[in-house]
């Protein structure tokens, strides 16, 4: 099956620091991702569409300053928590949309933990 | 918008017993396609079987199978022969048959299934 790879899987950062988050798809070009938010105990909130080439569409109610993204290649998909706080603490999941025949199929990450301390 | 519901927070069921996880949503279009998906410890989203709307066939994947009422807007999921690795949480969820942006999926809020010997 297809694989997409995100990294780090753990990240611990400071009050104030910047976070990069990676979303790649290693056996297959995605012109769209998404990224999710997971509280613990909680279902998957999307956060953002990635589209390549273009300006992401981020979901009501999220920072676009805040929670950066940057589809720079069809293969690659970035999320970057700015300033982050330990409110920003969660597990971030990126998924990537494969195109079938007659539709697309989309493939997860194993997801980021951060930490914001 | 569409909305995803689990009534179902928590159930636990014996080993190779059967269990069936209920999942009801609401959407204005005709054709779609619904989702199950598993979420063990690790916290890999794994797909566990997909119901494309204009199918009236209900979908199986050897122990997992599901109940789809279209005009109920119900998609319910049977897990037979349950094993220990069933244990996870499970997500129902919703996509539109519009691709582009259109294709993010929603999610119902899981439902945590244990399995027990």
């Known amino acids: ?117 | 918008a569409q909305t995803v519901t689990q009534s179902q927070p928590e159930m636990s069921v014996q080993e190779a017993e059967t269990v069936t996880l209920s999942c009801t949503y609401d959407t204005s279009e005709n054709n779609y396609y619904l989702f199950w998906y598993k979420q063990p410890p690790s916290r890999q989203m794994i797909l566990v079987i997909r119901q494309e709307a204009y199918k009236q066939q209900n979908a199986t994947e050897n122990r997992f199978s599901v109940n789809f009422q279209k005009a109920a807007k119900s998609f319910s999921l049977k897990i037979s022969d349950s094993q220990l690795g069933d244990t996870a949480m499970y997500f129902c969820a919703f996509r539109s048959s519009y691709t582009g942006t259109a294709s993010k999926l929603t999610f119902g809020t899981g439902t945590r299934l244990q399995v027990t010997l």
Request: glycine share 6%; aromatic share 10%.
């Open chain 1, 1 to 117: 099956g297809a694989v997409v790879s995100q990294h780090p899987s753990r990240v611990i950062c400071k009050s104030g620091t910047s976070v990069k988050i990676e979303c790649r798809s290693l056996d297959f070009q995605a012109t769209t991702m998404f990224w999710y938010r997971q509280f613990p105990k909680q279902s998957l909130m999307l956060m953002a569409t990635s589209n390549e080439g273009s300006k992401a569409t981020y979901e009501q109610g999220v920072e676009k300053d805040k929670f950066l993204i940057n589809h720079a290649s069809l293969t690659l998909s970035t999320l970057t928590v700015t300033s982050a706080h330990p409110e920003d603490s969660s597990f971030y999941i990126c998924s990537a949309l494969r195109l079938r025949s007659t539709d697309t199929e989309a493939f997860f990450g194993q997801g980021t933990r951060l930490t914001v301390v």
